[in-house]
T-cell receptor, first 115, second 113 residues
Framework: NAGVTQTPKFRVLKTGQSMTLLCAQDMNHEYMYWYRQDPGMGLRLIHYSVGEGTTAKGEVPDGYNVSRLKKQNFLLGLESAAPSQTSVYFC??????????????FGEGSRLTVL | KQEVTQIPAALSVPEGENLVLNCSFTDSAIYNLQWFRQDPGKGLTSLLLIQSSQREQTSGRLNASLDKSSGRSTLYIAASQPGDSATYLCAVGSGGGADGLTFGKGTHLIIQP
């Protein structure tokens, strides 16, 4: 039972480098989300998608881009990494009815350090 | 803007004790409230979901209550065990979906054997 899989799990970048985090879910969920978790800040929504080919901004979208070309995948990109983007990134997915039932499934996180 | 506060930030109790974790929110116009558990280095796992029309939900040794009018929820853990050690997060749903979730910062719980 894979559920929500994030790759890579750990990454160290230098300021200005770019990278992409991949989230894959095998539950045929419509909705997918990217959060960041920082000490003392709680989880904050970066971007989300309500279906293949659609994306929307969350609370803290600046410096990130996303794409949902396939229903099962949601990519989070950093075009020019900054130390402020050092964080743990979580992907989550939910079925359509999750908007009413609260069903939300999380990946195990990707720890990114920007030097 | 919805704000969610969890008290205490950290808690350490001996095994076997009953304990209460608190969550408060500023805007009572919510769809639901959810309690999550997060183990070190892992993602979040949903424990209990309370819809806005409900007062409480129970699962095993866990009981979550919701008082919308006062903007408060509690998570009660009975007969605590070392395996309950984790961070517990409260999330308030204001928009019907996860895009409308506001998370608290969590309570880090340690159960001493």
């Amino acid at each position: 039972n894979a559920g929500v899989t994030q790759t890579p799990k750990f990454r160290v970048l230098k300021t200005g480098q770019s990278m992409t985090l991949l989230c894959a879910q095998d539950m045929n969920h419509e909705y997918m989300y990217w959060y960041r978790q920082d000490p003392g800040m709680g989880l904050r929504l970066i971007h989300y998608s309500v279906g293949e080919g659609t994306t929307a901004k969350g609370e803290v979208p600046d410096g990130y881009n996303v794409s949902r070309l396939k229903k099962q995948n949601f990519l989070l990109g950093l075009e020019s990494a900054a130390p402020s983007q050092t964080s743990v990134y979580f992907c989550a997915s939910s079925p359509i009815w999750g908007r009413y039932t609260g069903e939300l499934f999380f990946g195990e996180g990707s720890r990114l350090t920007v030097l | 803007k919805q704000e969610v506060t969890q008290i205490p930030a950290a808690l350490s109790v001996p095994e076997g004790e009953n304990l209460v974790l608190n969550c408060s929110f500023t805007d009572s116009a919510i769809y639901n409230l959810q309690w999550f558990r997060q183990d070190p280095g892992k993602g979040l796992t949903s424990l209990l979901l309370i819809q806005s029309s409900q007062r409480e939900q129970t699962s095993g040794r866990l009981n979550a209550s919701l008082d919308k009018s006062s903007g408060r929820s509690t998570l009660y853990i009975a007969a605590s065990q070392p395996g309950d050690s984790a961070t517990y997060l409260c999330a308030v749903g204001s928009g019907g979906g996860a895009d409308g979730l506001t998370f608290g910062k969590g309570t880090h719980l340690i159960i001493q054997p």
